[in-house]
């Protein structure tokens, strides 16, 4: 393998947004964003035009010049948040079932998670009530959402489907690919040492990564 691809695997808001742009300042490290989700319709006119899974995997983990690492970010979405996003769900499986065979060797896998259950249903309601996927758009959109409608209502019923949804997500098989976990609470409380960390993970010169968000 020329150069290491890797695949950050992620529960929305769960700090994948911080790290991938931190890594998008790194000289040797090519970021592609959000992969195999089709939730604007440039990326579900992208994912088309590739016409399969592997040449989108390939386009989205090559290299250019000196760069050691590429990747991008391929979430795994509770259930009762999924509508809308037009996600390739076909793709995304077979994505997974080849890192966790054959793949196993050619692909790293990123995995990220939140421990505090309770705030990933929060931030999986708001995302649902407010209509926005991206994460950092939901600050001005709950902001926006407050000053012309009611305060959001979450159902009991509901929220007691996203904690067991976000426990079920959390408990789906691993893949056999070289993994490095952490969690959001640990990037908050270890920025420093946890993206170090990442860093000789990916086989990329260790930096002092920063991120304007």
Avoid at 56 to 64: A, I, N, P, Y
């Amino acid at each position: 393998m020329s150069h290491v691809k890797f695949v950050v695997q992620a529960i929305p808001r769960s700090v994948v947004g911080l790290i991938m742009s931190a890594l998008s300042r790194h000289p040797q490290c090519a970021v592609r964003g959000t992969a195999f989700v089709g939730d604007t319709p440039q990326a579900v006119a992208d994912m088309r035009a590739a016409g399969s899974w592997k040449a989108w995997f390939d386009r989205c983990t090559e290299v250019s010049g000196e760069r050691k690492a590429a990747g991008f970010i391929s979430y795994r979405y509770l259930p009762s948040a999924q509508a809308g996003l037009c996600v390739k769900w076909e793709w995304t499986q077979t994505l997974w079932q080849y890192i966790s065979d054959k793949g196993s060797d050619d692909v790293r896998v990123v995995r990220i998670t939140r421990e505090d259950l309770i705030a990933r249903a929060i931030s999986a309601a708001v995302a649902l009530f407010t209509g926005t996927v991206a994460a950092r758009k939901n600050s001005d959109a709950l902001r926006h959402y407050m000053a012309n409608q009611k305060a959001i209502d979450v159902p009991p019923w509901l929220f007691r489907t996203f904690l067991d949804e976000g426990l079920a997500v959390d408990l789906l098989p691993h893949c056999r690919a070289r993994t490095f976990s952490t969690t959001y609470e640990e990037l908050v409380a270890t920025w420093a040492d946890t993206t170090q960390a990442l860093q000789k993970f990916l086989g990329v010169d260790v930096l002092q990564l920063t991120t304007p968000l």
